[in-house]
């Protein structure tokens, strides 16, 4: 088996702008403020653990890979990477050795959530990009619990990047997804949960429906927290994901 499962670690530099509202001052003796402007150049460092999974396949053809990337429930933060594997695509191909998908799997750090991680999320998607034979046409992203939430978040940031996502037992802003209204989107949830309410996957559902939006919506009606074992386990997931890309859009 050519199948491949690596950890980097990946530390990238971004530069960018801050800068406050301002007009300038009118020296008027009347004021008690005085309107001013802020601007400097900063550096943020980002870094994240990862584990990678190439195709069996990879390493005998030149044909570029669809890529899932997937985030990880809170339960999974820290530094260790083996808890990664716990649950969802992590899992799927330590069992398969014929996963057709380049995965990415991050690991969030234990005082941080995925909301909060977007840029490092970004940066390491265009490091994994510029690395290895992705087809930037075919590019997906899928989380559950906490990663649901952070694929809503990280999709909505950066909607260039998806061909499709699917977010699971998690919520996000319902007024931003407005962002994400032309990308495919199969939404999971348990109707029993009692961690992340339903509500909260289908206050994203509604908004995205009320807009135009390309959204499927599976409840399945006895789960409770674990709506994801079901959903990584259905061939009918990746065959989905595998009809969604950007150039047919």
């Known amino acids: 088996?050519?199948?491949?499962?690596?950890?980097f670690s990946v530390t990238i530099s971004l530069c960018f702008l801050t800068a406050s509202y301002s007009a300038e001052s009118t020296g008027s003796p009347s004021k008690k403020q005085q309107e001013l402007k802020f601007e400097k150049?900063?550096?943020k460092t980002v870094k994240l653990n990862y584990l990678l999974y190439l195709p069996k396949d990879y390493n005998n053809s030149k044909k570029k890979f669809p890529l899932i990337l997937f985030l990880h429930g809170a339960g999974e933060r820290g530094d260790d990477l083996s808890k990664v594997k716990i649950h969802g695509i992590p899992k799927i191909v330590e069992q398969k050795d014929d996963f057709?998908?380049?995965a990415v799997s991050p690991q969030c750090p234990a005082d941080s959530w995925w909301p909060a991680e977007i840029d490092a999320l970004n940066a390491l998607l265009d490091d994994i990009i510029k690395k290895y034979r992705v087809d930037k046409n075919r590019i997906y992203l899928t989380g559950l619990s906490m990663g649901g939430y952070g694929t809503w978040?990280?999709?909505?940031?950066?909607?260039?990047?998806?061909?499709?996502?699917?977010?699971?037992?998690?919520g996000g802003d319902p007024d931003k997804v407005s962002a994400i209204k032309?990308?495919?989107v199969w939404v999971f949830?348990?109707?029993k949960d009692s961690l992340v309410k339903l509500e909260q996957s289908e206050k994203m559902v509604n908004a995205l429906k009320q807009i135009g939006g390309n959204v499927k919506f599976t409840v399945y009606p006895d789960a409770d927290h674990d709506s994801w074992t079901?959903?990584?386990d259905n061939p009918e997931l990746y065959e989905w994901l595998l009809q969604q890309s950007k150039s047919k859009k």
């Open 230 to 232: 079901a959903t990584y």
């Open 182 to 184: 032309d990308i495919p």
């Open 41 to 43: 150049r900063i550096m």
């Open 153 to 170: 978040s990280l999709a909505i940031a950066h909607p260039e990047k998806f061909a499709a996502i699917v977010p699971i037992c998690g």
């Open 1 to 7: 088996m050519n199948a491949m499962t690596a950890l």
């Open 189 to 191: 949830h348990g109707a």
């Open 100 to 102: 057709p998908f380049i």
